[in-house]
């Protein structure tokens, strides 16, 4: 039954979204937007209002993450942080130590804000750097320089005990030899998280239209890209920072706890707009989905008090396949005996094939990619689900 998918099986998070951002960047695709005026009163009001709907969903369980993201939540003023913080706190029972994330840009009006987040109560930042590389910063859209990256870094460094940083990789105009070499650098500046994204060209950005218009040039060849994947691989490994997923890597219990919890198929609350949720309730594992116009989510919650726009039930299959492409990114893989509870059994023919070809292991009930495979991840889902 998909009450087996349980909360205490793999953690209880809750994440919301803020939408708002100074400026659209040509590469997101996330539900960020530009608003000249935001009413933060008015916002934190909702957000409270949501909460206490959420919380009376699911009584009995213990809070394990927050996650501030966006958006660019580091626009958020530190008392609609602290405002929402203590109504959690209020209304879930939360572990010992909670990891509790805001995402942050790292310009220097930005940082001025950190002091605040961590008084109230935020004990983990995520920056959004992107480049240290001053050219690259502004054909990304980025509104802040390598300097001020590193001045935020660590300010941050000052405030929270665990900083993370984002970069991306295969950038216009960017060689192996300078990946290696901006890779290096951010190492060195100590970080203890990293997440490291190779630059996607998604449809409906910016980037989508220039490239389908043959205007975003100087991109690397696919083959440049997977050798920047694989040096990542192994100037992250020489520095304690193994990739303990795809894209991210950590130094030994600095992993992220909150994503963690997407990608071991736990349950989290989803609020604000465009956040998704999945919640193990008495119907089974229902996935949630909120309006992703700001304008209009504030309109429905203040109106008929919910952000809602559509919930499902999830059929074991659905549960289960979820599962594995979710958990099959993590260095330590997929529990095939909790497949099993679901229902759902891997083809033994096409798991020998993927081992032989030194894709996939799989002992002591747990499959897992090997460094291979991980470049073909895709691949290996689609054999798998449809064999």
């Not at 608003?35 to 009376?56: H, K, N, P």
């Not at 130590?97 to 008084?119: C, K, M």
């Not at 590389?133 to 660590?154: I, V």
């Not at 218009?213 to 083959?223: I, K, M, T, V, W």
Request: with cysteine.
């Amino acid at each position: 039954m998909a009450e087996l998918e349980t909360w205490q099986e793999a953690g209880f998070g809750l994440y919301l979204h803020w939408p708002f951002c100074a400026a659209k960047c040509p590469y997101c695709d996330f539900n960020s937007h530009v608003a000249a005026t935001i009413d933060q009163s008015a916002w934190t009001a909702a957000y409270l209002s949501e909460l206490r709907r959420a919380a009376a969903e699911t009584p009995g369980r213990i809070l394990s993450t927050v996650f501030f993201g966006g958006g660019t939540p580091s626009l958020m003023n530190p008392e609609t942080v602290a405002a929402i913080l203590d109504e959690i706190r209020r209304l879930w029972p939360m572990v010992n130590d909670p990891e509790i994330t805001l995402e942050a840009n790292p310009t220097s009006v930005e940082a001025s804000r950190f002091a605040g987040y961590a008084q109230a109560g935020v004990n983990r930042l995520s920056m959004g750097v992107q480049s240290l590389h001053d050219d690259d910063l502004r054909r990304l859209g980025r509104l802040h320089s390598a300097a001020e990256a590193r001045k935020a870094f660590d300010i941050a460094r000052q405030n929270f005990d665990r900083v993370s940083f984002d970069l991306i990789y295969a950038r216009q105009g960017q060689t192996l030899d300078m990946w290696r070499d901006e890779l290096k650098q951010a190492l060195d500046m100590a970080a203890d998280h990293l997440s490291l994204y190779q630059l996607t060209i998604e449809p409906g950005t910016a980037f989508g239209d220039r490239f389908a218009a043959g205007r975003l040039r100087d991109l690397p060849e696919d083959d440049t890209a997977a050798d920047m994947y694989d040096a990542t691989q192994e100037i992250c490994d020489a520095a304690g920072l193994p990739a303990y997923e795809i894209s991210n890597h950590a130094r030994p219990g600095s992993e992220s706890r909150h994503n963690r919890i997407y990608w071991q198929g736990g349950d989290w609350v989803g609020i604000g707009p465009g956040a998704h949720g999945r919640l193990g309730l008495s119907e089974g594992r229902t996935a949630t989905e909120t309006e992703l116009a700001p304008a209009r989510w504030l309109d429905m919650v203040n109106k008929t008090g919910s952000g809602e726009t559509a919930r499902s039930v999830l059929t074991m299959t659905e549960t289960a396949e979820e599962y594995l492409m979710m958990s099959l990114r993590l260095a330590e893989g997929t529990d095939l005996r909790r497949l099993e509870r679901l229902g759902h059994h891997l083809d033994a023919g096409i798991l020998s094939e993927l081992e032989e070809m030194g894709m996939v292991s799989c002992k002591n009930h747990i499959l897992a990619c090997t460094a291979s495979g991980r470049l073909v991840l895709n691949e290996i889902l689609r054999r798998l689900m449809t064999g």
